[in-house]
């Protein structure tokens, strides 16, 4: 409780809370605020915010209502943020913790396979997955999740290294608890706080990962995201910039609230740490 | 001779949401050159927090309100921040309780005691270097000149506080301060270090405000004493005044507490043998590749050791003795390289994880640290159901058996919905003996369980750990450091020095007729054990 009292007391956590809640609602909205299908055919293409009151974010360059495709791109960013996320720290966590728990031949191996995703640069073995396996939204979504668990196993890692010999440990396992209820059970509620607040950042990262394949068009194309409509105003760049700027904004809102929420998830949970 | 050194009513505000609005209140005493006053209380007593306002260390947060600190005449609770500067290190110095963390692990000892120069006086190199070999050799570390080039991690815990005292020194100051300096090292090195700051003092004349909570070394070192409890002075005067004739009930309190050196009347012991050790070691190796430059450490060095039915086996010894590793070889925490451990006829050493495992609830462990030893994320009553549940009782039921627990070990059953952040580290230690006794164990190791408390709460815990023995039928393998402790509650000692049982036999023929010299050098390092036993002949 004293967390959420905390939380709320600082203003760049409670604007990220709100960005986020904007975000949501609009994810939420979009079937009753837009019933038709967001990639179908509205009007006249290329039209200027604000010049027809119908699209009042204007058209993209195949005449479908940019208003209507930020508001189900809400739905796509968030839904491929959180089970990315949710992909990456699964992973990561059961990494980490292995390696940290048993140390020893267990650590080095887990380390040494963790180090040989972390040399890729993670975008270039997104592409290569998404070659390799095709891009619709789901293996997109576990794509990037995928290439996103080193960091949180890394930094499971460090906290089982530090939890693993502590007192209140041993004495679970001297009261005859096997290893795996020990890991799950007791040393991991301990060591979860720094990887929740790590999620965000995985999150934000995910959601721009996202784009970055929709803005190459190796994307779901059968989705409205906001990465497609980036991709698609490219070629409409020097004249209607409009195209990709009202996205990328939305992006730039999304990653914010997420990265905003993680600090202030930090602050409220290592309040010592805050002000240094 | 006047006081160089005085506090005139003061007052300290804690932040609001502290568990109480002054850490220190109107709290007068003096300090006179050339005598040492003790500042005794426990924990929470605001003795620490006295220190830090007469330096004007105080934590953020914290604010001097009141009152008045007068040394040489001159107030420094008005002083701004450079007159404060000038006075410490040169006036006032300060000696902390853990010369690690005190000192600073990147740089050599010599340049960090040479520093004191080079802020203070305007000495040239060569001089500053001469000096710190002539303090060095004054505070009596052995080859000052090699002393002064190592790093702090390079000595060892007495060498460090020795060259903590060096520091201190080096300005030769009016007043020194010593926050718990002894508390952290072992009891040989300790009396070694009270020597030295009752023998520097006495040839420079310096003030010393010595903060304790163990009346042991009060009795061994202090001139004045005064007795804090609550941030608030209770008692002061001289040292014989205050411990022959004790006057506030929580001064004799405290004083009672201290526990005798004497066993009680030794209890009759059954044939039987519970536990025996046999042949027990392990060795660590650490470092180096391949086997070369690797450093060996023998933790536990052939230990052979048997626990009789429902006897107490103290296992005494210093930091490093190797007691705390045998302790976790028995529970299989630590898997011993040779020996066995033969429990009722099993020998634990060689069970497969699964039935060492099942074999848990006939052996149980209490830890050193109430703070480090309870999971934090879990209810009182979950900690200690938690091993019911393992070995296959039904939750409710398990639950239940928790409360009987907690009543059996003088805790209010009705807690046990509260986190162990909300309780005292007595009561904590409390729910870790309970934790250990929900199994129903045939042994109890207790490591140390009494180390972390005060005096008047190690006292009520050695009380209850006697009645549970006699109640449950218990064998107990007792480890500390502490023989005045193990005197208390052992039928059996065993001393360890450097993983080897030195000595071993029934506690009133050990600490009564030590054979080996090192029990000896033990026994007479024990501060303030003229005076306990003077207590003793009095009251018999």
């Known amino acids: ?276 | 001779m006047s006081a160089i050194l005085t506090l005139e009513s003061l007052s300290v505000t804690l932040p609001p949401g502290a568990d109480r609005p002054h850490a220190l209140e109107d709290v007068s005493f003096s300090v006179k050159a050339n005598e040492i006053v003790c500042v005794v209380g426990e924990s929470g007593s605001g003795k620490s927090m006295t220190a830090n306002a007469v330096m004007r260390l105080l934590p953020a947060g914290v604010v001097l309100d009141r009152g008045r600190v007068l040394f040489e005449g001159r107030d420094l609770a008005q002083a701004d921040e450079a007159a404060m500067r000038a006075v410490r290190g040169a006036g006032m110095a300060m000696i902390f309780q853990e010369p690690m963390t005190a000192l600073n692990p990147l740089r050599t000892v010599g340049d960090q005691i040479g520093e004191m120069f080079s802020i203070h006086t305007d000495m040239d190199r060569p001089a500053i270097r001469a000096r710190v070999l002539d303090l060095l050799d004054e505070v009596r570390i052995p080859e000052p000149a090699q002393a002064a080039k190592a790093y702090p991690h390079e000595l060892s815990g007495g060498q460090r506080q020795r060259a903590m005292i060096a520091m201190a020194l080096a300005l030769d100051p009016k007043v020194l301060i010593a926050d718990e300096p002894t508390t952290a090292l072992d009891v040989t090195t300790q009396a070694q270090i009270l020597a030295l700051i009752r023998d520097l003092q006495r040839r420079k004349g310096t003030a010393v405000m010595f903060i304790t909570h163990d009346f042991g070394v009060v009795a061994e070192i202090a001139d004045r004493v005064v007795v804090m409890q609550h941030g608030r002075v209770v008692e002061q005067g001289p040292a014989g005044d205050i411990l022959n004739r004790p006057q506030h009930p929580y001064t004799r309190e405290l004083i009672a507490a201290v526990p005798r050196l004497t066993a009680p009347a030794p209890r009759k012991l059954t044939d039987a043998t519970i536990l025996s050790i046999d042949g027990v070691s392990k060795t660590y190796r650490n470092g180096g590749f391949l086997g070369r430059g690797a450093r060996v450490t023998h933790a536990v060095r052939n230990v052979s050791l048997a626990l009789p039915k429902g006897a107490t086996l103290g296992i005494v010894g210093e930091s490093g003795s190797g007691k705390s590793t045998l302790a976790r070889c028995i529970l299989r925490l630590i898997d011993p390289d040779s020996g066995a451990i033969v429990l009722d006829g099993k020998d634990l050493a060689k069970l497969p994880g699964s039935e060492m495992r099942a074999e848990t609830k006939n052996i149980q462990m209490v830890f050193q640290d109430p703070f480090a030893s309870l999971n934090p994320r879990r209810k009182a009553g979950d900690l200690v159901a938690q091993g019911l549940m393992v070995h296959g009782t039904p939750r409710a039921a398990a639950l239940a058996r928790a409360r009987e627990l907690f009543a059996l070990v003088g805790l209010d059953p009705a807690s046990a919905e509260r986190y162990p952040h909300e309780f005292s580290g007595g009561q904590r230690q409390r729910i870790g003996l309970a934790r250990a006794l929900a199994l129903e164990p045939k042994v109890l190791i207790a490591d140390e369980p009494v180390s972390a408390l005060d005096v008047s709460v190690q006292a009520q815990v050695l009380t209850l750990l006697a009645r549970l023995r006699t109640q449950l039928d218990l064998s107990i393998v007792f480890i500390t450091h502490d023989l005045r402790v193990a005197a208390q509650i052992c039928d059996l000692v065993a001393v360890m020095k450097d993983g080897e049982v030195v000595e071993t036999g029934p506690v009133a023929r050990v600490f009564g007729h030590p054979q080996h010299a090192y029990t000896r050098a033990l026994l007479a390092s024990i501060p303030g054990r003229d005076f306990i036993a003077g207590r003793q002949a009095a009251s018999a």
């Open chain 1, 1 to 276: 409780m004293d967390a959420i009292k905390r939380y709320l007391r600082s203003p760049p956590a409670v604007i990220g809370l709100v960005l986020l809640v904007v975000v949501l609602a609009m994810a939420l909205s979009a079937g009753w605020l837009f019933p038709r299908d967001p990639l179908s055919l509205a009007g006249r293409p290329l039209q200027w915010p604000m010049a027809n009151p119908r699209f009042w974010l204007g058209t993209d360059n195949s005449g479908r209502d940019i208003a209507a495709q930020i508001f189900y791109g809400a739905r796509i960013s968030l839904l491929i943020g959180l089970v990315a996320t949710l992909v990456s720290i699964v992973i990561g966590i059961v990494i980490g913790a292995l390696a940290g728990y048993y140390g020893g031949r267990t650590d080095t191996v887990l380390m040494r396979l963790t180090e040989a995703f972390q040399t890729l640069p993670n975008f270039l073995l997104l592409l290569v997955l998404v070659a390799v396996f095709g891009s619709n939204i789901a293996t997109v979504t576990i794509a990037i999740g995928v290439v996103s668990w080193p960091a949180p196993a890394r930094l499971t890692r460090a906290e089982f290294l530090s939890l693993r010999n502590r007192e209140f440990v041993q004495a679970a396992r001297t009261l005859g608890m096997r290893d795996l209820r020990l890991i799950f059970g007791e040393i991991l509620p301990n060591a979860l706080p720094p990887v929740i607040v790590y999620a965000s950042v995985v999150m934000a990262v995910a959601i721009l990962l996202e784009s970055a394949l929709a803005f190459l068009r190796l994307s779901d194309p059968n989705v409205a995201s906001w990465g497609n409509v980036i991709g698609l105003g490219r070629d409409v760049l020097r004249s209607e910039w409009y195209v990709s700027a009202i996205p990328g904004l939305a992006i730039l809102v999304t990653v914010l609230a997420v990265s905003l929420v993680g600090q202030g998830l930090n602050d409220a949970f290592n309040p010592r740490l805050k002000g240094r």
